[in-house]
Structure formats: C-alpha cells, structure tokens
C-alpha cells in the first residue's frame, strides 16, 4: 500500500516518486457518481524542481470510470487521462505569486502532511463534466412521439385553479 501522507515539499526536494494502483471505491466521494467502484486508476505523482528551481508535483492519472448518463441514466463508460503540473508555495509566500509567470501551473500550498488520495480525488473530480451523457447517436434515451406530444404539466393549471 501507497504512502496515505506526503510532506510534499519534502517530496519534492528529493525527487521522490510514488506510482501505484488505488480502487474507486477507496475514494470516498466517488459512491455517489461511480457505478463501479471495483475499477482502478492508475497513477504517478512524481516530484522535481523546475527551471527555476521551484519545488512542483507531477501527477498522472490514467484509467475508466463508469459514470452515469444525465439523458438516459444508463451506463456511461468515461476514460481518464490527466497530467498536471503543480507548483508548491508555502503559505506565506501565496500572496507574492505572480500567475503570468506560471501559466503552466496550478498553485497548491506546501503541506507536511497532503493526504495523496484526496490529491488525486479532487483532481479526478475537477477533471469530470458537470452532466456526464452519452453522444446523442449513443444514447439509449429515444425521444418517442409519446413524450413529443405530451400536455404540458401546467397547462390548465389557471383553470383548475379558478375552478369554483
């Protein structure tokens, strides 16, 4: 098993790297939108020091999740692959940074104690679309003539409403 910790500047000052396998359902929040949570991800968090010799994290993240269409709300079948860069700033020197001149970055805080699988979990989170569904030739939802031609819920609403 992975280490659950990592002083992430420390990880990066050393060059450290951690590749692992970690289950959906180790992901506490990935009940609620995953249909299988016996799938993996793949993953690589790697430190280094850049040009500039700044302390970053790589992290990528391969795999499948199978998530649920928003149209039809049967199985939809979502690959994942993300490779982000991140440059590590302690607390203090946040207000200091200058984003221009780190377009290629995203900003995480220095940490003696960053719980990895919530690293990867929010990163996988962020990664996914806010209303998941198939293509539309892909969709097991099929607009029949039914639902084309059905009332519209309100329609008589004043009538019934001013009935007596």
């Known amino acids: 098993m992975m280490e659950q910790y990592i002083d992430n500047i420390d990880f990066s000052r050393k060059s450290k790297e951690i590749r692992d396998i970690i289950r959906l359902s ?3 929040r990935f009940q609620d939108f995953c249909l299988n949570l016996e799938d993996s991800i793949a993953f690589v968090l790697r430190g280094f020091e850049n040009k500039h010799r700044e302390l970053c994290l790589e992290l990528i993240v391969e795999g499948k999740l199978e998530l649920i269409c928003q149209r ?3 199985k939809l079948e979502h690959r994942i692959f ?5 440059l590590i700033k302690e607390e203090t020197h946040l207000t ?11 900003l995480i805080e220095g940490n003696v104690k960053m719980h990895v ?4 979990e929010d990163e996988i989170i962020l990664s996914l679309p806010s209303a998941p569904k198939h293509e539309n030739v892909k969709c097991h939802y099929i607009k ?6 059905r009332i519209h819920p309100f329609a008589d609403l004043k009538q019934k ?3 007596n």
């Open 117 to 120: 699988v919530s690293f990867i």
């Open 82 to 86: 993300l490779k982000s860069e991140f």
């Open 144 to 149: 029949t003539d039914e639902v084309l031609d």
């Open 96 to 106: 200091d940074f200058d984003i221009d001149d780190h377009a290629d970055y995203d």
């Open 72 to 74: 039809c709300t049967e």
């Open 161 to 163: 409403l001013y009935k």
């Open 26 to 28: 180790d992901f506490k």
